[in-house]
């Protein structure tokens, strides 16, 4: 229990010490850590001991009571002051009111009345202590959230969900400086597959290592160059370029140039970036970004390596979305989670869509080029082994143009397409089996624990309990609670055969904390109570 410190302050030494006598302060939660018998000293020690309470007497020589109370209230809010006094007095009772004392108290003072004082005052501290943890605790939380909430707010910028003084607003709270006359938004994507996961158990997976370097790389490269925020968004690094003039734009696509150049030397993997319009107002930041992913979408045509500016690729031709996204999106739907079926309709429904559309050959190159990059993704997401699959040496290039028919091309993704399906549901598969194992396992090892529950034993597999519990269910054909009853019920019997344990002793081994509950479960499972079972055994 926390103590509360006090410091008493008396002229009468005799008083002092009979004060001290009256109670047992320990108990009450305070201690007594400074004595004064004048308001100067009493002031000297509690700047210096900044005690909670200070219970002072109003008549003292060189200061006051009162005039300490005063004095004490400048140096902290806080503290709490008890004023005794030999004097009914009206006018010192107002005063003291007016400086928020928090009693006043008559001598000779009682033992209950001044225990009833200090329990109130305890109370009291007890809550202000409560609040302040709570408002430190929410300070720490905020400051730590800082750079995610700054993150989020970029996010929301680039996606266009925000409004003009929103963002006004936002830029105050977080302290991000987005002023200037001109901006540019550039994203940067690395390819992680070159990069191999480290034998250290703590180190960051590929992936997160990957795209970390590479702000880390784009950021250096960019900081003598311009005035920016950067995020990592969607697995890229995004970067919002602050303009004095227009001329700088230049000098920017530059710089982002060889920030991909510089990667590719330091990460020995390809990396690119997309070049979002110019535009003079924060509110043309969410255009700027779309024009980047629209730009970092045509690498596949172009050499890695390099930055992608959309000015430059829409003054070569006019490349309209005439691929309905719909289509890819359908076979990719029914490569995870469709029938072989489905995937080969969906499939038949591209070929048709190609057939009677009118498609211009290079966005035909470059939209298929953009289906054959996801489903490649999505097998690399599920961890299978993509050589396997597409070939040790497959070039997307080579291979686009080698498919010069529909019906070629049909019959290539209908075998990759089927292979990617059966990998995932072969992963799937396995992952259940392994986190069922790993949930039997912790349940043989603590079906005692009487605290045990789904939700404990899914932090441990870190995984949610809804998926948990669905997986388990049909893994093993019963729910979570069942199957633990059934093995305690069976521990339970086990020690009835092999034990003189009593029922109640039983009961707590296998995880109950009321033996007539576990009674119930026993005889509701075994048609028969403990104590029976063991008599007629």
Same mark, same amino acid.
């Given at each position: 229990?926390?103590?509360?410190?006090?410091?008493?302050?008396?002229?009468?030494?005799?008083?002092?010490?009979?004060?001290?006598?009256?109670?047992?302060?320990?108990?009450?939660?305070?201690?007594?850590?400074?004595?004064?018998?004048?308001?100067?000293?009493?002031? #000297?020690?509690?700047?210096?001991?900044?005690?909670?309470?200070?219970?002072?007497?109003?008549?003292?020589?060189?200061?006051?009571?009162?005039?300490?109370?005063?004095?004490?209230? &400048?140096?902290?809010?806080?503290?709490?002051?008890?004023?005794?006094?030999?004097?009914?007095?009206?006018?010192?009772?107002?005063? @003291?009111?007016?400086?928020?004392?928090?009693?006043?108290?008559? /001598?000779? %003072?009682?033992?209950?009345?001044?225990?009833?004082?200090?329990?109130?005052?305890?109370?009291?501290?007890?809550?202000?202590?409560?609040?302040?943890?709570?408002? !430190?605790?929410?300070?720490?939380?905020?400051?730590?959230?800082?750079?995610?909430?700054? #993150?989020?707010?970029?996010?929301?910028?680039?996606?266009?969900?925000?409004?003009?003084?929103? =963002?006004?607003?936002?830029?105050?709270?977080?302290?991000?400086?987005?002023? @200037?006359?001109?901006?540019?938004?550039? =994203?940067?994507?690395?390819?992680?597959?070159?990069?191999?996961?480290?034998?250290?158990?703590?180190?960051?997976? +590929?992936?997160?290592?990957?795209?970390?370097?590479?702000?880390?790389?784009?950021?250096?490269?960019?900081?003598?160059?311009?005035?920016? *925020?950067?995020? =990592?968004?969607?697995?890229?690094?995004?970067?919002? @370029?602050?303009?004095?003039?227009?001329?700088?734009?230049?000098?920017?696509?530059?710089?982002?140039?060889?920030?991909?150049?510089?990667?590719?030397?330091?990460?020995?993997?390809?990396?690119?970036?997309?070049?979002?319009?110019?535009?003079?107002?924060?509110?043309?930041?969410?255009?700027?970004?779309?024009?980047?992913?629209?730009?970092? !979408?045509?690498?596949?045509?172009?050499? +890695? $390596?390099?930055?992608?500016?959309?000015?430059?690729?829409?003054?070569?031709? $006019?490349?309209?979305?005439?691929?309905?996204?719909?289509?890819?999106?359908?076979?990719?739907?029914?490569?995870?989670?469709?029938?072989? @079926?489905?995937?080969?309709?969906?499939?038949?429904?591209?070929?048709?869509? %190609?057939?009677?559309?009118?498609?211009?050959?290079?966005?035909?190159?470059?939209?298929?080029?953009?289906?054959?990059?996801?489903?490649?993704?999505?097998?690399?997401?599920?961890?299978?082994?993509?050589?396997?699959?597409?070939?040790?040496?497959?070039?997307?290039?080579?291979? =686009?143009? &080698?498919?010069?028919?529909?019906?070629?091309?049909?019959?290539?993704?209908?075998?990759?397409?089927?292979?990617?399906?059966?990998?995932?549901? *072969?992963?799937?598969?396995?992952?259940?089996?392994?986190?069922?194992?790993?949930?039997? /396992?912790?349940?043989?090892?603590?079906?005692? !624990?009487?605290?045990?529950?789904?939700?404990?034993?899914?932090?441990?597999? $870190?995984?949610?309990?809804?998926?948990?519990?669905?997986?388990?269910?049909?893994?093993?054909?019963?729910?979570?609670?069942?199957?633990?009853?059934?093995?305690?019920?069976?521990?339970?019997?086990?020690?009835?055969?092999?034990?003189? #344990?009593?029922?109640?002793?039983?009961?707590?081994?296998?995880?109950?904390? #009321?033996?007539?509950?576990?009674?119930?479960?026993?005889?509701?499972?075994?048609?028969?109570?403990?104590?029976?079972?063991?008599?007629?055994?």
């Amino acid at each position: 229990m926390k103590r509360y410190t006090v410091i008493l302050v008396d002229d009468e030494e005799e008083v002092r010490q009979a004060i001290i006598r009256k109670l047992d302060w320990e108990a009450i939660g305070f201690e007594v850590i400074g004595y004064a018998d004048n308001g100067e000293d009493a002031l #000297e020690i509690a700047e210096r001991l900044r005690p909670d309470v200070v219970m002072t007497d109003i008549k003292m020589p060189f200061m006051d009571g009162l005039t300490l109370a005063n004095k004490l209230k &400048q140096i902290s809010k806080d503290t709490k002051i008890i004023i005794f006094s030999g004097f009914d007095d009206f006018e010192y009772a107002k005063e @003291a009111i007016k400086l928020d004392v928090e009693e006043y108290i008559l /001598k000779p %003072i009682n033992a209950s009345e001044l225990k009833s004082v200090l329990t109130r005052i305890k109370e009291k501290l007890d809550i202000e202590i409560g609040t302040k943890r709570d408002i !430190d605790q929410l300070k720490k939380y905020y400051l730590e959230s800082l750079p995610i909430m700054r #993150e989020q707010f970029m996010i929301g910028l680039l996606e266009g969900r925000l409004s003009k003084s929103r =963002i006004t607003e936002m830029m105050k709270t977080y302290g991000v400086d987005l002023n @200037a006359p001109y901006y540019m938004v550039g =994203i940067f994507h690395t390819d992680n597959s070159s990069i191999t996961a480290s034998p250290d158990e703590d180190a960051l997976p +590929p992936a997160e290592l990957a795209i970390l370097s590479l702000k880390q790389i784009v950021d250096e490269t960019l900081e003598s160059d311009c005035k920016f *925020r950067s995020c =990592i968004y969607l697995e890229a690094v995004v970067v919002i @370029a602050l303009m004095e003039n227009v001329r700088q734009s230049n000098d920017i696509i530059h710089a982002m140039d060889q920030s991909c150049k510089s990667a590719f030397r330091i990460l020995e993997s390809n990396t690119s970036a997309g070049i979002g319009f110019l535009c003079d107002d924060v509110m043309g930041l969410s255009h700027s970004y779309q024009g980047a992913k629209d730009a970092i !979408d045509y690498r596949v045509l172009f050499e +890695p $390596n390099q930055a992608i500016y959309i000015q430059d690729i829409e003054s070569q031709g $006019n490349y309209q979305n005439t691929w309905d996204s719909q289509y890819t999106e359908n076979i990719l739907r029914e490569i995870k989670l469709g029938e072989a @079926a489905d995937l080969e309709k969906a499939i038949d429904e591209l070929i048709h869509y %190609i057939k009677k559309s009118a498609i211009s050959i290079p966005f035909y190159l470059i939209s298929l080029m953009e289906m054959i990059t996801e489903i490649f993704k999505l097998g690399r997401a599920y961890q299978l082994n993509m050589n396997q699959i597409f070939g040790p040496d497959f070039n997307i290039n080579n291979k =686009i143009y &080698q498919l010069d028919s529909l019906e070629a091309l049909k019959q290539w993704l209908q075998d990759i397409c089927r292979k990617v399906r059966n990998g995932i549901r *072969r992963e799937r598969t396995d992952t259940a089996k392994l986190l069922i194992e790993k949930a039997i /396992k912790y349940i043989e090892e603590n079906y005692h !624990d009487s605290e045990l529950s789904v939700d404990i034993l899914c932090q441990h597999l $870190n995984v949610s309990a809804t998926y948990f519990s669905t997986l388990f269910k049909r893994e093993t054909g019963i729910n979570f609670i069942n199957y633990l009853t059934n093995v305690r019920m069976e521990k339970a019997l086990h020690m009835l055969n092999t034990t003189e #344990e009593k029922t109640y002793n039983i009961a707590e081994k296998v995880g109950y904390t #009321e033996p007539n509950y576990f009674s119930y479960v026993f005889k509701k499972h075994y048609g028969i109570s403990p104590s029976n079972y063991r008599k007629n055994r």
